[in-house]
């Protein structure tokens, strides 16, 4: 049975029909919000605020095909396993199921969902580095992360510029954007150890150590490892700490397949806040997904580097079968 409000005068009807309108145009057309504000004469703020009044007034209304639900209950049962706080597993898409861009980006999304659920005014949130980060950073809405400051993890100006620039809009005046002002390995250990020992960069890690927040991505050790692509490290040099026994890296400190930090050189080098400092933050997030990362993520939950996982259905079927009893 009907039970909507049907409208009650002409005013009314006028407001209805353009609901309407907006609804076909968006569901049934598939115009973008850009699209839809210039036909309507109104900005793409005010089109957007009509397509969520198309939600509420139960114009519009979505059944998720039951096919899809296993995916949630993949979900859980890594939230039960892992003790985790929440564990977010998009659907499978079989055809970008090898594109690690468009996986990233479905995950980039995921994260955004969850951390806009969570993330308060004037809460600071804590940013890794890596493309997941990067696509979760720009999926987030304007309006999330307007009243939120950031501070970087580690070291890396440009990553975290250039994140920035593309997600923020507007802030609040009495917010940050606080960036570790060194890249994330110096060129020696020496160096890194004058620039650990400067004021600024203290001052800066403290305030990282502080956030209520951290969003982190996960990295393997591969010829895809975010530390290589940016030319931080060698494929030479990554070969040797996969030999010493190391599974991945967080914020470019790499452990074991049971979570326990490897000793290897290139540590002596890296600048940003250690594994023990990321535990004692509230809520880590992690963005990770992709059948190499496997072991990368199995040895990040074992470690208890995580409150909470955005992964792939593929990744989290593996972790489940490589941890059943």
Not at 38 to 48: E, I, N, Q, T
Not at 82 to 99: S, T
Not at 220 to 225: D, I, P, R, T, V
């Amino acid at each position: 049975m009907d039970t909507q409000p049907r409208p009650q005068d002409a005013e009314d009807w006028a407001a209805h029909e353009q609901l309407l309108r907006v609804a076909w145009y968006y569901y049934v057309d598939g115009l973008t919000q850009d699209d839809i504000a210039k036909r309507l004469a109104v900005s793409r703020a005010s089109a957007g605020r009509l397509l969520e009044r198309c939600r509420q007034a139960g114009i519009v209304s979505f059944t998720i095909n039951s096919e899809y639900y296993e995916s949630f209950h993949v979900g859980r049962q890594l939230r039960e396993r892992f003790g985790l706080r929440e564990a977010l597993v998009p659907p499978v898409l079989e055809p970008d199921a090898q594109d690690q861009s468009v996986v990233n980006a479905r995950l980039g999304r995921g994260g955004a969902q969850y951390l806009q659920s969570h993330l308060k005014p004037g809460d600071v949130l804590g940013m890794g580095f890596g493309d997941t980060v990067q696509q979760t950073m720009r999926s987030l809405h304007p309006d999330a992360i307007a009243r939120v400051g950031t501070v970087s993890l580690t070291g890396g100006v440009g990553a975290y510029v250039n994140t920035l620039r593309r997600v923020r809009v507007e802030r609040d005046n009495d917010l940050q954007d606080v960036v570790l002002p060194t890249p994330i390995l110096a060129s020696t250990e020496e160096l890194a150890a004058a620039l650990r020992g400067e004021r600024q960069v203290q001052e800066i890690l403290e305030m990282s150590r502080r956030a209520g927040h951290a969003l982190i991505g996960i990295g393997a050790l591969g010829g895809q490892a975010t530390l290589a692509q940016v030319g931080y490290a060698s494929e030479a040099e990554l070969a040797a700490i996969a030999e010493a026994g190391a599974v991945g890296d967080v914020l470019g400190v790499f452990y074991d397949a049971d979570g326990a930090v490897v000793d290897v050189p290139i540590h002596r080098r890296r600048i940003g806040i250690d594994l023990e400092d990321l535990r004692r933050i509230p809520n880590v997030v992690g963005v990770a997904g992709g059948s190499a990362k496997v072991d990368a993520i199995l040895g990040a939950l074992r470690g208890g580097f995580l409150d909470v996982l955005v992964t792939t259905e593929d990744v989290g079927r593996a972790l489940l079968e490589r941890t059943a009893p």
